[in-house]
């Protein structure tokens, strides 16, 4: 016979091991991985943490791929946290990233399919090089892009494959939208080597500092009188963008082909 303070435990099973922990007393559900004890973690989840690893690139990985997570695990952040460079959260069903304040070394951010919307802002990460958040829900690159900006000012590759708000030829986007895309992400990072899948060229930074140059963005957030001034104080799609900017310049709307370049 249990006593009245003990928690009772679903049976495990592959899929529910270590996932949920009935409590029993107060009538409530934990999330069990997050009150997971430091012994119980999966040790492949442990790279090392004793110096005992092989070389001492492996010692700061960390891998959390296919592991069902919403959240990043407080059992996780705390064991993990002071000295993790390299993290791979994808394919899981995160939607905040709130935790990841606390990993003040992370070089390297894996969060492939995960459903991340431009609601998610990532806390300030000044050491992050590296961003991989390929195929989630990102819809809008306004002002999700210069939010990024201000919490990962040093990026060096980032790949945003498979959002709505990238387009390209895989998710059905224009030449235009996919070229408008690509120059206003380059624009909003200097130090910006790699984007998507390919390399940002000295051509592509040229002309996406002329595009975009913020002089130009200030005397058109002034002017009341245009599309333009909406466009950068509200979420929009990259297809709103193309039009708005198009009836700017002048340039006939129904035409991919004329690119402002």
């Known amino acids: 016979m249990e006593g009245p303070s003990t928690s009772k435990q679903l ?3 592959s899929a529910d091991e270590g996932v949920l922990t009935v409590d029993v007393t107060n009538n409530v559900l934990v999330d069990s991985i997050t009150d997971l004890p430091v012994n119980l973690i999966r040790p492949d989840l442990i790279m090392s943490t004793d110096g005992s690893a ?14 069902n997570l919403y959240e990043v695990p407080r059992t996780i952040v705390e064991r993990f946290a002071d000295y993790v460079k390299y993290l791979d959260l994808s394919h899981n069903k ?4 709130d935790a990841l304040v606390h990993f003040k070394h992370l070089t390297s951010l ?4 995960n459903p991340i919307t431009e609601n998610c802002l ?13 195929h989630c829900k990102i819809a809008s690159l306004y002002p999700w892009v210069g939010k990024l900006k201000e919490s990962c ?3 060096n590759y980032l ?5 709505p708000a990238a387009p390209s030829d895989f998710n059905g986007g224009t030449f235009y939208e996919s070229l408008q895309y690509r120059l206003f992400v380059i624009s909003q990072f200097p130090s910006l080597n790699h984007l998507d899948d390919r390399k940002v060229t000295y051509d592509q930074r040229q002309e996406a500092q002329r595009l975009y140059k913020r002089p130009l963005l200030d005397r058109l957030v002034r002017s009341r009188n245009t599309g333009i001034g909406q466009l950068v104080h509200t979420p929009v799609t990259w297809t709103s963008v193309q039009n708005k900017l198009s009836t700017f310049w002048g340039k006939d709307r129904g035409s991919d082909r004329n690119l402002l370049i």
């Open 110 to 113: 894996i969060a492939d399919d």
């Open 11 to 13: 049976p495990n099973t």
């Open 122 to 134: 990532l806390p300030p990460l000044p050491k992050l090089q590296l961003l991989w958040l390929n």
């Open 159 to 163: 790949c945003l494959m498979g959002n």
């Open 153 to 155: 000012p040093n990026l």
């Open 94 to 97: 995160i939607t905040n990233l």
């Open 54 to 67: 092989e070389n001492e690139e492996d010692s700061t990985k960390l891998n959390l791929a296919y592991e």
